[in-house]
């Protein structure tokens, strides 16, 4: 495959560079508040279409999961082929849509529809926005728009609980409203539609991005056909220990990150009896200065340890992060009071969000750029199989059908992360030695290429 030197002056601006990653990062950002504004909205559809824990939970993971699982991949292979604007501009206009059909959802199959179609085109946003940025700055400046990237899902995640509980409270003293030809729509309902209209504005933001030439190793790669699935398959099968751990590790330890979003809201009400303006204001707020801290102080980190010795810093600093997140979950319903349980809370939310940027950065630096868009979607895959399709489920089955009791949700928060951390820190204890090893050869090309 013939590919082209490229200077310095041949990579994009950094001032367009970091333009791309703020409107990337406003994108991630919005597609997490369709994704999470249900989270909040639990009771009240619970209530009203009258299901169980575990029937809600199946609409916040495996419904939401597994069209974005199974599309994963193959966008991340239309990523790789064609033009990344366009399929992110697609997938962002398609979860839009999604998300105002959840508020004309009048019946449980209408809202898992809707949240099928979600997570659909949710599927194109984290494939594209990786590549793209890979392609916008050289290896050794990616790591910091990367963290600032990362932190939409916290910000999304935050807002969604501020915002949403805002509307919601107004709603509810509304009373309902009622809509030509659809008739009263309920509190939760009108949420829905209020967190999709800014969706438009959003889907011409991302219109506006350019889509960079494709790089590899400071050269410019003329031809834009992938690496077949063979060669992907060799690829991944020569570094299988590090890809364990980064795709197989990192999940493990996003089910604590989705069980406690999932249901965090349910146990500041159920156990403190808060409503959805305390919870909205206090959690949103909670999540979104502890999880964009965690995201933004993981380069940093990571960083420390490296200037240490340790060339494995991100996977390292992974498994630290771990246990100090599971310490942090099991407090949380130990606490006597609700601004006790916040202080855990806002300290898993950090610890759980630490090693994401370096871990990213580390998965579009071991991957050839041309393998990028579907090593991708195979990171989202495993994440949302394992993370968002066990997490809230752990946590309502738990509650369900071991403690059978729904003010128990804290320990059942607790237990899930009991499960899972242990099969995380397998894989990414045995990516350690490998992963160094990588990054130690890695540097002697390097070395020896500007020698």
């Known amino acids: ?108 199959t209408q809202l898992l529809v809707a949240r099928l179609g979600l997570g659909f085109g949710e599927a194109s ?46 709603a509810e003293a509304m009373g309902g409203i009622t809509v030509p030809y659809f008739g009263e729509m309920r509190p939760w309902q009108i949420t829905f539609f209020a967190v999709a209209l ?79 303006g305390q919870i909205g204001a206090v959690y949103g707020l909670v999540s979104l200065i502890a999880g964009s801290a965690g995201v933004l102080s993981g380069p940093t980190l990571a960083g420390i340890l490296r200037k240490m010795g340790y060339l494995d810093a991100p996977l390292r600093l992974t498994v630290f992060a771990t246990l100090a997140t599971l310490l942090s979950v099991i407090c949380i319903p130990l606490m006597p009071t609700p601004m006790s349980s916040m202080i855990f809370i806002g300290l898993a939310s950090f610890f759980v969000t630490v090693q994401f940027a370096p871990v990213t950065t580390s998965i579009q630096i071991v991957t050839p750029n041309k393998m990028r868009g579907v090593v991708a979607g ?3 895959v495993t994440v949302n199989l394992i993370g968002l399709g066990l997490g809230p489920t752990l946590v309502a089955a738990s509650t369900d059908y071991i403690f059978g009791d729904p003010k128990a949700v804290g320990y059942s928060l607790a237990l899930a992360a009991a499960v899972s951390t242990p099969f995380a820190l397998i894989f990414l204890y045995r990516g350690l030695k490998p992963f160094q090893i990588l990054v130690e050869d890695m540097e002697k090309r390097e070395a020896t290429e500007r020698t």
């Open 198 to 276: 800014p969706g438009f504005l959003v889907l011409l933001l991302i219109a506006t991005i350019p889509d960079p030439p494709r790089l590899q190793g400071g050269k410019a790669l003329t031809e834009h056909e992938p690496v077949n699935w063979k060669e992907v398959r060799m690829h991944l099968s020569s570094n299988s220990r590090i890809y364990g751990a980064l795709l197989l590790g990192v999940p493990g330890v996003v089910v604590t990150l989705y069980g406690l979003q999932a249901w965090v809201p349910s146990f500041l009400d159920r156990v403190h009896g808060w409503d959805r």
């Open 125 to 170: 946003v984290t494939p594209a926005s990786w590549s793209m940025l890979a392609d916008y700055f050289p290896p050794d400046k990616l790591t910091r728009p990367v963290s600032i990237l990362l932190m939409g899902p916290y910000i999304g995640a935050g807002l969604s609980l501020m915002i949403g509980g805002e509307i919601y409270m107004w």
């Open 378 to 380: 195979m990171y989202v």
């Open 1 to 108: 495959m013939p590919n082209q030197p490229v200077t310095a002056s041949q990579w994009p601006s950094t001032k367009l560079g970091w333009y791309v990653a703020i409107l990337l990062t406003i994108g991630y950002a919005y597609s997490f508040i369709d994704r999470q504004i249900i989270n909040l909205l639990v009771e009240p559809i619970r209530a009203d279409l009258e299901i169980s824990d575990t029937q809600i939970s199946f609409l916040q993971g495996f419904a939401f999961a597994i069209t974005y699982v199974v599309m994963s991949i193959p966008i991340g292979r239309i990523v790789d082929l064609f033009n990344r604007t366009l399929v992110l501009s697609i997938g962002t206009a398609i979860y839009v849509v999604s998300t105002f059909l959840c508020g004309l959802s009048t019946t449980y």
